[in-house]
């Protein structure tokens, strides 16, 4: 295996050189700056049984590699596993866990999560999963078998915030293991695991990569051996690994996030405000506005507030669906975090699945956008004149 020098790099503090420079060095072999595509699915062995460290792409791949050790650093963690999807790494999460086992988690997440939960892991693997609003009193809901806390901050879609540092306090009292989907923040406006989470998540698809051009999923975790050990083996059984050429994109996102994020923050609070004052637009929820519930809890854990937003639109369904196809800039359609800016109806699209489920219901009039890195005036007009 060829060795990599240490860095200096994680002696770094400030987020924007970490991101240019964490877990990337010079290829060993050539020079090369930017880290190659290994596009291989096999590697040579000099005799049966000696080999350089990798032997197959799915158990290892130096460019994944790469992408791990960088996804670790920007985490402030000690160990990344990178995954196909987001969904993926969480899949892998719950492998953690055996039939009867309990988890405790917010009460609302990500369509595809709640889908992954209660479809596919409740019928299959005989896991019991129970949602509450985690900024309450949840610990007389903490049962013999329970073995997780699952939580989103700011959650999707509806931008609830709990705190961090309360979650890892009663899971160590309980000796649970903590999971946080940290999407919609990012390593840029939220660490998690300096706040005493065991586990982090990342649909890598979003903001990490950033350009709306591959699927990807992460995990990272601290300093912990067992815990490493158990999704070493699960990354490698299950195989849902990325493709080379995924991880590179994705490495290739990493060095921008700092100064994307920046514009994303700035985009969203300018866009949010607007949003505010306008008539047609109703309880309009951001991180950063001083009515945001937990407004509290999010200043004392966050940096920043991200692109994310969303409101009750003043009219019909059909209204909405007007207004959004007389949009210019925004684009309708799933997903999140990409330099340009989004918009969906959660309802009709990414949470469809929850209807007529006895889960946290969506309201039907919610619109989320995506804020990207656009001109924030541009953007501003654009909504004004398709509110009209």
């Known amino acids: 295996m060829v060795k990599r020098k240490k860095s200096y790099i994680k002696k770094i503090n400030q987020f924007d050189t970490l991101s240019v420079h964490a877990g990337v060095k010079p290829d060993p ?26 032997e197959y792409s799915r158990s290892q791949n130096p460019t994944r590699e790469v992408l791990e050790d960088s996804l670790a650093a920007i985490e402030s963690g000690f160990k990344a596993f990178a995954f196909a999807s987001g969904v993926a790494a969480q899949t892998a999460v719950l492998d953690l866990l055996k039939p009867g086992d309990h988890v405790i988690a917010f009460d609302d997440l990500y369509g595809g999560t709640f889908r992954l ?3 596919i892991k409740a019928k299959s693997s005989g896991i019991e999963f129970t949602f509450l609003d985690l900024n309450t009193n949840f610990s007389k809901e903490i049962k013999s078998n329970t073995k997780m806390i699952w939580i989103e901050t700011p959650t999707n879609p509806l931008l609830k915030i709990t705190d961090l540092k309360r979650i890892a306090r009663i899971a160590r009292k309980n000796k649970l293991l903590t999971v946080c989907d940290n999407t919609f923040a990012t390593p840029y406006n939220q660490r998690p695991l300096e706040h005493g989470i065991d586990i982090v998540n990342h649909s890598t698809t979003k903001y990490i990569n950033g350009h709306s051009d591959v699927i990807g999923g992460a995990l990272i975790i601290g300093k912990n051996k067992k815990l490493e050990k158990k999704l070493s083996l699960i990354q490698n059984s299950t195989g849902a690994v990325p493709s080379p050429f995924d991880c590179f994109l994705t490495l290739r996102g990493i060095k921008t996030l700092a100064l994307r994020m920046k514009k994303h923050n700035e985009n969203g609070i300018k866009v949010a405000r607007f949003l505010r004052a306008h008539k047609k637009t109703l309880n309009v929820t951001y991180p950063g506005l001083p009515n945001h519930k937990q407004k509290d809890i999010a200043q004392k854990q966050m940096t920043g507030f991200g692109g994310m937003i969303t409101f009750i639109f003043d009219g019909s369904m ?12 925004f684009t309708i359609a799933e997903s999140l975090g990409g330099v340009e800016s989004l918009i969906e109806s959660p309802a009709l699209m990414t949470h469809a699945y929850l209807e007529d489920k006895s889960l946290n219901q969506v309201p039907k009039k919610l619109v989320r956008l995506s804020v990207g890195i656009e001109d924030s005036e541009d953007l501003i007009e654009d909504l004004n004149q398709a509110l009209k």
Not at 318 to 329: E, Q
């Open 29 to 54: 072999l050539t020079g090369a700056v930017m880290t190659p595509i290994y596009a291989t699915s096999t590697y040579a062995h000099s005799k049966p049984g000696l080999h350089k460290g990798y």
């Open 117 to 119: 939960f209660n479809e």
């Open 318 to 329: 059909n209204d909405i669906s007007k207004f959004m196809r007389k949009l210019k800039i």
